[in-house]
């Protein structure tokens, strides 16, 4: 079954530097988010991604945070400037989202852990 | 602001019976509904999902219901396994939302030996 793959599966970082996490979505979806989950807490809204432009984004989803699709295979999450609050498990998914299916398809990557230090 | 919630926090049932999981939610715009299991250190994983035109939707093992007059999501699990063991996220589509997912905060259920 095809899947979500998200690398590094746990990335150590320092406050103040630049993280980049990485996503492969599923080869035909068009439409592509990140989420986050901070520790406990539920599953929360970062950025949509189609068509090459971001299509909506959150409050989280402030300067400090873009989106890459540079390659046409992978999806990119950059935050430039790390702050302590920045740690959780960041989820990327896709959906291939055709008109008359019943479903989205919306499919989630197992995760990267992110723990600022 | 709109919000998608669940009403018990942690469900425990025995191995065997079957559960139930339950959800609100308050956009009446929402065209479609997904519930997640999550397992500790792991992404969502898609169980079964409805759409706001449906009222029943059966998988295997598990039944989603809507209640559209309430604005109620329920779950249904057949003969919960210990492998069900997991947090339960609704989830809702807010319709022109660019298909993001407003997820609720989740029920954690514990299956009993």
């Known amino acids: 079954e095809p899947e979500v793959t998200q690398t590094p599966s746990h990335q150590v970082t320092q406050m103040g530097q630049e993280v980049i996490l990485r996503c492969v979505p599923i080869s035909n979806h068009l439409y592509f988010y990140w989420y986050r989950q901070i520790l406990g807490q539920k599953v929360e809204f970062l950025v949509s991604?189609?068509?090459?432009?971001?299509?909506?984004k959150s409050e989280i989803f402030d300067d400090q945070f873009s989106v890459e699709r540079p390659d046409g295979s992978n999806f990119t999450l950059k935050i430039r400037s790390t702050k302590l609050e920045d740690s959780a498990m960041y989820f990327c998914?896709?959906?291939?989202?055709?008109?008359?299916?019943?479903?989205?398809?919306?499919?989630f990557g197992s995760g990267t852990r992110l723990t600022v230090v | 602001g709109e919000s998608v919630g669940l009403h018990l926090p942690t469900l425990s049932v025995q191995e065997g019976d079957n559960s139930i999981i339950n959800c609100a939610y308050s956009n009446s715009a929402s065209d479609y509904f997904i519930w997640y299991k999550q397992e500790s250190g792991k992404g969502p994983q898609f169980i079964i999902d409805?759409?706001?035109?449906?009222d029943k939707r059966q998988g295997q093992r598990v039944t989603v219901l809507l209640n559209k007059t309430v604005k109620h999501l329920s779950l249904q699990i057949a003969a919960t396994q210990p492998g069900d063991s997991a947090v339960y996220f609704c989830a809702e589509i807010l319709t022109g939302g660019g298909n993001k997912l407003t997820f609720g905060t989740g029920t954690q259920l514990k299956v009993e030996l």
């Open positions: 409805i759409r706001s035109n449906m």
């Open positions: 998914a896709s959906i291939k989202r055709d008109r008359g299916q019943v479903g989205y398809g919306y499919t």
């Open positions: 991604f189609y068509n090459n432009e971001i299509s909506e």
